[in-house]
């Protein structure tokens, strides 16, 4: 990821009037839902992706999304946990403009011809052209808050400083006010993370922001027309039922758009290739293993599926897939450590409680997930290897076992595999072809001995020193 530069070019206006000269009849500012719909639009013209990093979401989401957005709208994003709506939010950054004048020294950022705080709207008409200008990068525009129960309405909008009445200011003047959130987010964006855990009382705090688009502090008549987009997250249970957006303030959302798990297997995929950070190698038919568990997880009945099975679910067992590969590696005397069908096995145990259950499988848990681990593993093993007849590798083992597990390294399972032709198309179909190292064809192997078993070809008997015998 590049890196954001610390301080702006060096070729930006410094101040007012240099502001002026650079950039001739700019009466005003653009506000920010314009900025973004500029830029928003420039990027589908320029075929450009608005959405870097964004998978599965190219024909339902995104067009969804970017209709609101076109349209000045504020959006909800309503989905289960886990679908990429906080990725999503924090992509709107990439739609501001990439450096944006600020008034220096201003507590809210405000724009130098446009100041709305009774401090700015001081020191523009004392020092007119020579008022100095800072430069605020797009990142900083972005501002983002977790709904808690202890969330006050100081937290979001503001409250009366104690420290600038001690100092002799009246507490009738504005600006003994210490600025909340949104008011910090003038000019930018406010995305509420589970807006419905924000409590009823809090949330009637913002529907000045939404509408009038100004804020209310206490008793003070106090009007800042503040500029700013307000985005929100929010589960579909929690919104209908344990808790709940006020009708008045779901009312001013010009956009509700409901996000997805992953449609197709190959999105699954992708958002594990990208998500993960493996410390082993790991071939891509484990992976794609792992990416059916985690999509028959989401229809089984035996998986409360109001709570969701997360994309960080399948991250995370593709994780402890190569954690397991390492681990075993030390254990065997492996140098370079590539994952095998065996380190499936501990993604049920180390992962049972990312997920939860539906009532009354108390006590089935892992049998479920071992059933349905192994059925994933048939599926893709059978999508693979579609086609070749297996039978000659069946009967070779049955004459001659094959012995694998936790301290068999992958020399001594490649050593004891049979020499039969079909095993080199196994090879060659499971990318395990070409390479002296002999991890990708044990691991190749061991699928193909994996099916088998579980279509009922070969026997497999587990021994208490964690080995595993095909035959």
Do not use: C
């Amino acid at each position: 990821m590049t890196r954001v530069p610390l301080t702006p070019p060096a070729h930006l206006p410094r101040t007012l009037g240099a502001l002026r000269t650079a950039e001739p009849g700019s009466a005003a500012p653009k506000s920010v839902k314009v900025e973004i719909r500029d830029n928003l639009l420039a990027a589908l013209r320029g075929g450009r992706d608005p959405w870097p990093g964004i998978l599965g979401f190219e024909s339902t989401v995104l067009p969804q999304l970017e209709r609101a957005l076109l349209a000045g709208h504020d959006v909800v994003l309503l989905g289960e946990r886990g679908q990429g709506k906080t990725r999503l939010l924090r992509a709107l950054v990439g739609l501001l403009d990439e450096w944006t004048p600020v008034i220096a020294g201003s507590e809210l950022g405000e724009h130098p011809l446009a100041p709305i705080t009774p401090a700015s709207l001081r020191r523009a008409a004392e020092l007119g052209d020579d008022l100095p200008v800072a430069w605020r990068h797009r990142d900083e525009r972005y501002t983002e808050k977790l709904a808690t129960p202890d969330t006050a309405v100081a937290d979001l909008i503001g409250d009366v400083d104690p420290v600038k009445v001690a100092e002799g200011r009246s507490l009738g003047d504005p600006e003994t006010i210490h600025y909340g959130l949104v008011p910090r987010a003038h000019r930018g964006i406010v995305a509420i993370n589970e807006l419905p855990d924000l409590a009823e009382r809090i949330q009637v705090a913002l529907l000045n922001v939404m509408e009038e688009r100004d804020i209310q502090v206490r008793g003070y008549t106090l009007r800042l027309p503040l500029d700013v987009v307000l985005v929100a997250s929010a589960n579909p249970e929690d919104y209908t039922n344990r808790g709940r957006i006020i009708t008045p303030l779901k009312d001013r959302f010009g956009a509700e758009v409901r996000t997805h798990y992953p449609l197709e297997l190959a999105d699954e995929l992708a958002v594990m290739n990208q998500e993960a950070e493996l410390v082993a190698a790991v071939p891509a038919f484990l992976l794609e293993v792992v990416a059916r568990f985690t999509r028959s997880l989401r229809e089984s009945s035996a998986v409360d599926q109001s709570s969701g099975v997360s994309a960080r679910f399948s991250v995370a067992a593709a994780e402890t897939v190569a954690a397991a590969a390492l681990r075993r590696a030390a254990i065997a005397g492996e140098s370079r450590p590539t994952a095998r069908p065996i380190d499936l096995e501990s993604v049920p145990d180390v992962l049972r409680g990312k997920l939860e259950f539906a009532s009354g499988e108390e006590g089935r848990e892992a049998e479920t997930l071992t059933h349905l681990l192994r059925r994933a593993t048939a599926d893709a093993a059978r999508a693979r290897l579609r086609g070749l007849d297996l039978n000659p590798l069946a009967e070779a083992v049955a004459q001659s076992p094959v012995r694998t597990g936790e301290r068999v390294p992958a020399p001594e399972v490649v050593a004891a595999l049979p020499r039969t032709p079909v095993l080199t198309e196994v090879a060659r179909r499971l990318d395990a072809a070409g390479t002296e190292d002999p991890g990708p064809m044990a691991a190749a192997a061991e699928l193909a001995l994996e099916y088998l078993y579980l279509t009922r070809k070969l026997a497999k008997d587990e021994s208490d020193d964690e080995t595993v015998r095909y035959g």
